[in-house]
């Protein structure tokens, strides 16, 4: 225990950390605490809205179609004529809006076409502004949504996909597991049991009981995906990844107390002393809220830990990007 004489008192939010004086000096070093480290990418330089990369509940979708159509109403502004495509999208929302957004399944399918728009521009210009980058919106939109309540709705499996129980689960003894949860719970039906293992992969990877496994993958795949090479500790005392080539230490945390806050200071700290991290980030759940998002972005903001910065998981890829280009 340090005496309070000899220790230095730090807020972090509404959560009181007490951090030695000569640890202070040793965590930092050869760094000052003011000009430590260098600039690094944060959540509002590079996020983009959590309602792009994907549905948390109807209000998402409602955001994302208004923002499209704010954006067609300032563009059309300074036009004589508005285009045919702009006119039936505004027609479309105006439909909407009239029968309300919420268990809508024009707005839902609506909204699932603009965001496989985004994920496309994304994927080609690494990132984008609409108000800059324009979706281009097709001549017979509403038969886009059409088709996609169609297939969505009208699915023929055995049709579809004529695929046979051992092609399904071609190793043996998942097969064998696999039919005895079908006759156990299913009393026989195939389809209401894959129906159940999706349900279940869906909660898993963007619902609220999204587990730290699932993150931590999602993070390793990123980080492939870019062909960096990568360390996974798991020691109580250090972040979970460490990436040599960025000089980057990565911590995922699926949740977060004002507790585990004073633990978590003292893993970066220990991180950037051992390592001499140029970076060390916060990776949490893309569902988190605005308000429990900045909530995890105390300790950031304190500058306790002057290289850290607090992301969701959907930004990452963006963020080494931001990194990788430094």
Request: neutral net charge; glycine residues 4%.
């Amino acid at each position: 225990m340090h005496s309070q004489e000899s220790g230095k008192l730090k807020k972090i939010g509404t959560f009181s950390k007490k951090v030695d004086s000569e640890k202070i000096d040793q965590h930092h070093s050869p760094f000052t605490l003011k000009k430590a480290f260098p600039k690094k990418p944060t959540a509002t330089s590079l996020s983009t809205p959590i309602y792009h990369r994907k549905r948390r509940d109807w209000k998402d979708d409602q955001l994302l179609i208004e923002e499209l159509e704010s954006i067609l109403h300032d563009s059309n502004a300074t036009r004589e004529e508005i285009s045919s495509e702009s006119t039936e999208f505004l027609n479309i929302v105006e439909s909407i809006r009239k029968n309300g957004f919420e268990a809508n399944a024009d707005a839902i399918f609506l909204a699932m076409w603009i965001r496989e728009q985004l994920l496309k521009m994304a994927a080609e210009t690494g990132s984008y502004d609409l108000r800059v980058h324009p979706i281009a919106l097709p001549g017979n939109l509403s038969e886009v949504i059409m088709s996609k309540d169609r297939f969505l709705t009208n699915l023929d499996i055995k049709k579809d996909f004529p695929l046979t129980l051992e092609q399904l689960f071609p190793d043996s003894r998942i097969r064998g597991f696999a039919l005895e949860r079908i006759q156990l719970l299913h009393h026989g039906n195939l389809l209401a049991y894959l129906h159940t293992l999706v349900a279940r992969e869906r909660d898993s990877l963007h619902g609220y009981s999204a587990s730290i496994s699932d993150l931590i993958h999602i993070c390793e795949h990123k980080i492939r995906a870019r062909k960096l090479r990568y360390v996974s500790r798991f020691d109580a005392a250090e972040v979970d990844i460490w990436v040599p080539g960025l000089s980057l230490g990565i911590e995922i945390r699926d949740s977060l107390t004002e507790k585990s806050k004073e633990a978590l200071v003292e893993v970066f700290l220990h991180t950037n002393s051992l390592r001499h991290t140029t970076f060390v980030v916060l990776v949490c759940p893309d569902h988190l809220s605005d308000v429990e998002f900045n909530s995890w972005r105390q300790i950031e903001r304190s500058g306790i830990v002057p290289n850290l910065s607090t992301i969701r998981i959907g930004d990452l890829g963006n963020y080494l990007d931001k990194l990788s280009g430094a």
